[in-house]
């Protein structure tokens, strides 16, 4: 017999190899580093998180399959719970829990039209005063719009502009960016994201600027003096650049 492999023997070895090498081979168990990882990117997210988008964070070593196993079981009958929605993972409160979480609340009334034009004047254009506001809103401004938008908590008196009579200056605050789902000013919709909302006119958009508001102190603008952050100071000094 020749020292050569039969024909047969040879492409059953070769049926064998490939075969092997088309499987996948097993994963040791994750680390502990790894599922902490996953754990903390799972809550901190705020969103769901796909399987995906947790592979690409925790590296090509990682069996993300198994770190989500192990953290589901972990949480499996604890007040939180780690599950998988259309969107991907997350994190939630355990169903029979939701009663702690019921609570009967009056709905807010809508905001008047005339609040709403002030609340996005202050917000596009701050800081501004409210001798601003009327000029680009062309209209004279109602004291109980400001007033409402204060009692809110959706505006503040940011400071004082160096000019004469130093009218107040007027800006949002974290509870307008945490109402609207805002991380921060840079956040709000700019020219293209109005026009794709379908809240900006495309023919008037060419001659429309859209500014961008700083929460930085403008170069004209000083801070309040000490004893000038009362409320009722504020209430009763809002129409003072008039």
């Known amino acids: 017999m020749s ?22 081979q097993p994963r040791a168990k994750p680390s502990a580093d790894a599922i902490r990882a996953a754990e903390a990117l799972l809550f901190a997210g705020g969103e769901p998180i796909t399987a995906k988008a947790l592979a690409e964070k925790l590296g090509p070593a990682v069996d993300v399959a198994a770190v989500l196993m ?5 949480y499996a009958g604890r ?61 004279s401004l109602s004291r109980g719009s400001m007033e409402l938008l204060m009692e809110i908590g959706w505006i503040r008196p940011r400071g004082r502009r160096r000019t004469p009579g130093r009218p107040l200056t007027f800006g949002t605050t974290d509870a307008f960016l945490s109402h609207f789902g805002l991380a921060s000013l840079d956040a709000l919709p700019g020219k293209d994201d109005l026009k794709a909302l379908g809240l900006l006119d495309p023919r008037a958009a060419a ?15 000083e801070p309040l003096s000490e004893g000038d952050d009362a409320a009722s100071f504020f209430v009763d000094h809002l129409g003072e650049d008039e």
């Open 3 to 24: 020292s050569d492999e039969p024909p047969l023997a040879d492409a059953m070895r070769r049926i064998e190899d490939a075969f092997a090498e088309g499987v996948e």
């Open 70 to 74: 192990k953290l589901k079981a972990d």
């Open 79 to 139: 007040g939180v719970e780690l599950v998988e929605t259309g969107a991907g993972w997350r994190f939630q409160s355990a169903p029979d829990l939701a009663g702690l979480f019921t609570e009967t609340r009056e709905a807010p009334k809508r905001l008047p039209k005339a609040a709403m034009e002030t609340l996005a004047v202050i917000a596009y254009h701050q800081p501004v005063t409210r001798a601003e506001i009327e000029e680009i809103r062309g209209v």
């Open 207 to 221: 001659q429309l600027d859209v500014p961008r508001p700083s929460e930085d102190a403008a170069p004209d603008e």
